[in-house]
């Protein structure tokens, strides 16, 4: 039968170590590939093969493994075997190999190793006799291995094991499992077999193949583990890669205290310091080191155990760091004084740890700074910008959570929405504690400081809602037992109450009794400029500062700023906008000028209404003359006014009880009245798709135009006093060219009037922000200076969702589904809301060439988005002032992305 089958079983499905590289991730998975490259750099690893991921690919396509897998292993095996001078399964000198999933991606919910894999009854006493007659060791492994393989394998319950370990060191009187001798292992195994087939049916598995094969295939149906596939959703991993399965010649870090185990990172994956960071653990094997079994020591110790093996590390991971050129993170074994390395991956690392340690590699020489770009990214550093928790404090740490939206924040506890909503509005600061949230919770979240729950995980309700609001929040912190009913958190033996001060850290998810005192970033500091990148202690200031040079160096997209006011535009120019993107008008019908509104609404003759009008325009214009101030030199795009005029007029059920009030003590009503009646007239069933935006400027008579008034005074008048204004006047809502067209006229004719020689330029141009103009920009395009995308309303009008409304009540659903990975309010839609944008630019561009592009939406300051609209090729994204530093990174990025990729 095999033979008949050679014919179709040519596909190569396994590597020899020797024969594989780094740069074959897709195939060998990111272990596998590791482990192939430290091979041929001559490191010291045992030797092994790895299963491709297209093996994995066939087996989960016909849920059998495919023609000639087994001859394949068969024949690597034999060469193993070969290599190593032992056969698996025999009694006398067994060959062990670990057997470990290793995917493109490393991901949550895979198959965990498998180690000893060979072992049985009969070479335990052959293990033993090879190791100079040290009984102790062959049952130790032995033990691991039914447990290991009974976990991971046929899913016994890992507890009993556990348990059963747990009894025998109590038995012995000890807690440390060094304690056990060779007898109590001995027993230990009979209970673990016990426990096997107890579960299983069937007793452990003797014949060393079938160990092999059994872990083998349980590891490609790993692969749709339950929580493998959630992972994959909201990753976007694709679900068809499949992971690799590494066969590797066991080193024994067990066999005494000559022995043991340890984990490195070749720099300090927190602070991106430079050292020795690691820990080690004698005479263990495994995940000893990392599962808190018995105290581990220091890497540094290592120097007086076993000096050779200490020296022979630290150049491997100069070497390792060279050759990788990054941070790298180490698992690494010695058997009796001889070193093995058994892993390594470019390391995981904090934020802060990012920037410096791409600084310190071009200082190195190692990488050049369009390389450090590549190696940091926006999300970095806008969480070096949240304020944080002062390093220097003794407050409890009580347990930690998922970190899930970032900050510090500090408060009372609160259990309920409503008990926050009251505090709040008490001025007291308050964290909301639930189990989990949900959308009743809503304006609770709104009013806390934070949000604290003990389920759910990043795309659980609280987690999602949190991120939408910028609001800290730290969710599934498992250890808190939350009792809303009573009123009290459970947590370590320790009661939390109602109104008790909590502090909690967005950023990692770490929980604090009592009040932790709050600083804000240096970074922000920096940025400020109240610290100069020479004179900070901290190194990341310098790295931060070092980087974003660079940025602003390449980078061909400008970044703006969403500012409204003057000191928001001056604090945008401080963290480095060249210009306002979107300056909103609304604030200027606010505050004590609601009654001209409320004037002109109800204005009966053109002559109240002219009179309501002249008073808002000098109000206004000294509103611009502000912003321009700040701005001097660079554009400013003002957006005529856009929301629906009656959310200036007080609501329809307040006046209307005013109103019946009133009349009962017998008061002159007839102002309110005619307020009622409007505010009644205008009521509308879907306001944001009704009376707004350009409309409001073509019903309205005069609004626009003494808008535009305003601007164009104010940017006269700056003129005057030796400054340059530039405004470009931005027309919101179009969705057809003539609606452009009828406010232009209007608009050239007052500029034309109130320029006169002070040689100020205007512009006028236009928002596309529903789907039709974007669609029909070759016209639009006829009528207008420029565009900006205003993408928050095109990806409420492209999806049909209300932005207001939906991320409460259905986007953590979307999400949990895999429907979309991220909100597309957060992070721009780029097959859909992405293809009008795309649309509008190339035809906008082919009707008017050099027309100006730009985007206004929260969007502009998304790293993801960035490099789309760099891509696009508009002229600048504009976002809030505190994005600016993040926008002005990421569109470094992305042009040092798109030249590398024209280089290639
Ligand atoms: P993970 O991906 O969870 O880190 P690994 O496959 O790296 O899983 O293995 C788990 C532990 O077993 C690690 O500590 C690793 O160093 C150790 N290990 C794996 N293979 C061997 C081997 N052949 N000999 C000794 N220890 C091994
Ligand atoms: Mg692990
Ligand atoms: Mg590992």
Not at 29 to 52: D, R, S, W, Y
Not at 393 to 416: D, N, Y
Request: net charge negative; aromatic share 6%; glycine share 10%.
């Amino acid at each position: 039968m095999v033979a008949t089958r050679k014919a179709t079983a040519e596909s190569k499905y396994i590597y020899d170590f020797a024969e594989g590289n780094k740069d074959l991730r897709d195939l060998l998975g990111g272990k596998g590939a590791n482990l192939a490259e430290m091979t041929n750099l001559g490191l010291p690893v045992p030797p092994g093969f790895t299963i491709t991921t297209e093996a994995c690919q066939a087996y989960l396509a016909t849920g059998a493994a495919p023609d000639g897998l087994a001859d394949q292993i068969t024949g690597y095996l034999t060469a193993l075997e070969d290599k190593m001078g032992k056969r698996l399964g025999d009694p006398a000198d067994p060959l062990l190999v670990s057997v470990r999933s290793g995917a493109k991606f490393s991901m949550p919910g895979m198959m965990e190793t498998v180690l000893n894999v060979g072992l049985n009854d009969a070479s335990v006493t052959g293990l033993a006799a090879q190791a100079g007659g040290n009984d102790r060791f062959a049952w130790d492994s032995y033990r691991r291995l039914i447990q290991m393989f009974g976990k991971t394998v046929c899913e016994v319950p890992g507890e009993e094991f556990e348990h059963a370990l747990d009894e025998a060191k109590r038995a012995k009187g000890t807690t440390n499992d060094l304690d056990l001798d060779a007898d109590d292992l001995r027993g230990l195994v009979d209970a673990y077999k016990k426990i096997f087939s107890k579960h299983t049916g069937r007793e452990f598995p003797q014949e060393p193949r079938e160990q092999l094969d059994l872990t083998v295939n349980a590891v490609f149906d790993s692969w749709n583990a339950d929580r493998a596939v959630l992972y994959r959703r909201q990753e976007r991993i694709p679900t068809d890669l499949g992971t690799a399965v590494n066969v590797v010649a066991m080193v024994f870090g067990n066999l005494g205290p000559d022995s043991g185990t340890g984990v490195a990172f070749t720099r300090d994956p927190a602070s991106g310091a430079q050292g020795i960071y690691g820990d080690y653990l004698a005479n263990a094997q495994g995940e000893d080191v990392v599962a808190g079994i018995r105290n581990t020591v220091p890497l540094q110790q290592l120097e007086e155990l076993d000096k050779r093996s200490y020296d022979e590390l630290l150049g491997i991971m100069s070497r390792l760091e060279e050759h990788y050129r990054d941070l790298c993170d180490i698992e690494f074994t010695i058997e009796r004084g001889k070193l093995w390395m058994l892993q390594t991956r470019v390391g995981k690392r904090t934020a802060a740890a990012a920037f410096v340690i791409a600084a310190q590699l071009v200082d190195e020489g190692i990488i050049d700074l369009d390389e450090a770009l590549h190696r940091v990214n926006g999300a970095q550093l806008a969480q070096l910008m949240f304020p944080r928790f002062d390093g220097d404090h003794t407050q409890e740490l009580v347990a930690r959570g998922i970190g899930a939206s970032p900050g510090a924040a500090v408060g009372k506890v609160v259990f309920t929405g409503a008990r926050a909503v009251e505090l709040a509005a008490q001025g007291e600061q308050v964290i909301l504690v639930r189990r989990e949230t949900n959308p009743d919770d809503l304006p609770g979240m709104i009013a806390a400081q934070g949000i604290l729950t003990s389920r759910g995980g990043k795309t659980s309700h609280a987690a999602v809602v949190a991120r939408g609001m910028g609001k800290t929040c730290v969710c599934g912190a498992d250890d808190l037992d939350v009792n809303v009913r009573e009123k009290r958190i459970l947590v370590r033996g320790q009661t939390v109450t109602e109104g008790d001060v909590v502090s909690i850290d967005g950023t990692t998810g770490n929980i604090y009794l009592g009040e932790v005192p709050v600083c804000p970033s240096e970074v922000v500091r920096y940025f400020e400029g109240e610290l100069s990148p020479q004179e900070a202690t901290d190194p990341l200031v310098a790295a931060v500062h070092r980087i974003m040079t660079h940025a602003d160096g390449l980078r061909r997209l400008r970044v703006r700023t969403n500012a409204d006011t003057g000191a928001d535009a001056a604090r945008a120019r401080r963290f480095g906008a060249e210009g306002i993107g979107l300056c909103r008008t609304e604030h200027m019908f606010l505050g004590d000028r609601r009654e001209l509104v409320e004037k002109l609404i109800l204005a009966r003759t053109e002559a109240d209404r002219s009179a309501a009008l002249a008073a808002l325009l000098p109000l206004q214009r000294a509103d611009f003359v502000e912003i321009f101030r700040e701005m001097d030199g660079l554009p400013v795009t003002v957006r005529l006014i856009d929301p629906p005029l009656h959310e200036f007029l007080p609501p329809l059920e307040e006046l209307a009880v005013n109103v019946a009030v009133a009349q009962e003590r017998g008061e002159d009503v007839a102002k309110e009245e005619a307020l009622l009646s409007a505010v009644r007239r205008m009521h509308e069933q879907n306001p944001m798709l009704g009376l707004r935006g350009v409309r409001l400027g073509l019903v309205i008579p005069g609004l626009f135009a003494m808008q535009v008034r305003a601007i164009v005074e104010a940017a006269v008048e700056c003129a005057r006093d030796g400054r340059v204004a530039k405004p470009e006047i931005m027309v919101p809502l179009v969705g057809a060219v003539q609606e452009l067209e009828t406010v232009r006229a209007e608009a050239e004719k007052i500029i034309a009037e109130v320029v006169g020689d002070s040689g100020v330029e205007v512009l006028i141009g236009t928002m596309i922000e529903v789907p039709r103009a974007a669609l029909t920009a070759g016209q639009i395009a006829e009528a207008a200076q420029f565009f900006s995308f205003g993408t928050n309303d095109l990806t409420q009008m492209g999806w049909g969702f209300s932005r207001d409304d939906v991320e409460g009540a259905f986007f953590w659903r979307y999400l949990e589904l895999g429907i979309f990975g991220i909100s597309p309010f957060e992070s721009i839609d780029v097959d859909g809301v992405g293809r009008l944008i795309r649309i509008a630019a190339q035809e906008g561009r082919a009707a008017r060439p050099g027309l100006k592009l730009g985007i206004c939406g929260e969007h502009g300051g998304d790293p993801e988005s960035v490099h789309f609209f760099h891509e696009v090729g508009l002229d600048y994204v504009s976002c809030s002032p505190f994005r600016v530093p993040v926008a002005r990174l990421e569109a470094g990025r992305a042009m040092a992305e798109s030249v590398g990729s024209d280089s290639r």
